[in-house]
């Protein structure tokens, strides 16, 4: 079963510091890799994504981190702010025609 | 303004009955999405088509119906079998893979049936 695997389920930060959430997948299959951003009552939207032939791809605070030897991919927000409270949610989609695999996603919580 | 766009915002019905949940595009994407939300869950999908006239079960489709008679447009039916409806679902699209592979959610219908 195609799965991806996030953590921490949930994450406080102090502001200015650095969040790091963590995915793990099994089927190598797996071509694209996105990252999505949801605040209460909306609507997740895409922050960040990454193909498996990059090892590193930033935009602004955001950086995704992928290791295609692990199968790990994460999402580092640098200089974390109170307005980065969020549930961020990874997803990898298989090769083919088949919808994104999500994982579980991370409650994170920045305080001042 | 191109977009998403799902309606209502806020749903309420009384059970047994059963409700039907627009959703809207207009970014001339061919595959649209149905995803289910529960407190503190992730999320789970219901339906999705890749193409009009067509539509494929995701993980949890059983109380669920879906058609796609037109691109633009996927509505959800929640069904008096489902057992557990209230929830807050979540209508997305994309180009179809090959093309794009980025998706985009709606604003999401919060639906609560007492």
């Known amino acids: 079963q195609q799965q991806v695997k996030q953590s921490p389920q949930s994450l406080i930060v102090q502001k200015g510091g650095i969040s790091i959430i963590n995915c793990a997948y099994e089927?190598?299959?797996?071509?694209?890799f996105p990252w999505y951003q949801q605040f209460p009552g909306k609507g997740p939207a895409l922050l960040i994504a990454?193909?498996?032939?990059?090892s590193e791809k930033k935009e602004g605070r955001f950086t995704i981190s992928f290791n295609k030897s692990a199968k790990q991919f994460s999402l580092h927000i640098m200089d974390s702010q109170p307005g980065d409270s969020a549930t961020y949610f990874c997803?990898?989609?298989?090769?083919?025609?088949?919808?994104?695999?999500f994982g579980k996603g991370t409650r994170l919580s920045v305080i001042a | 303004d191109g977009g998403i766009t799902q309606s209502p915002k806020y749903l309420f019905r009384k059970e047994g009955q059963n409700v039907t949940l627009s959703c809207e595009q207009n970014?001339?994407?061919?595959?649209m999405y149905w995803y289910r939300q529960d407190p503190g869950q992730g999320l789970r999908l219901i339906y999705y088509?890749?193409?009009?006239?067509?539509?494929q079960k995701g993980d949890i489709a059983e109380g669920y119906s879906v058609s796609r008679e037109k691109k633009e447009s996927f509505p959800l039916t929640v069904t008096s079998a489902q057992k557990n409806p209230t929830a807050f679902y979540l209508c997305?699209?994309?180009?179809?893979?090959?093309?794009?592979?980025?998706?985009?959610f709606g604003p999401g219908t919060r639906l609560t049936v007492t």
């Open positions: 997305a699209s994309s180009y179809s893979p090959g093309t794009s592979h980025e998706q985009y």
């Open positions: 089927n190598t299959a797996f071509d694209y």
């Open positions: 990454i193909r498996p032939d990059v």
């Open positions: 997803a990898a989609r298989p090769s083919g025609n088949t919808p994104l695999v």
């Open positions: 970014l001339n994407h061919d595959a």
């Open positions: 088509s890749q193409i009009v006239n067509d539509f």
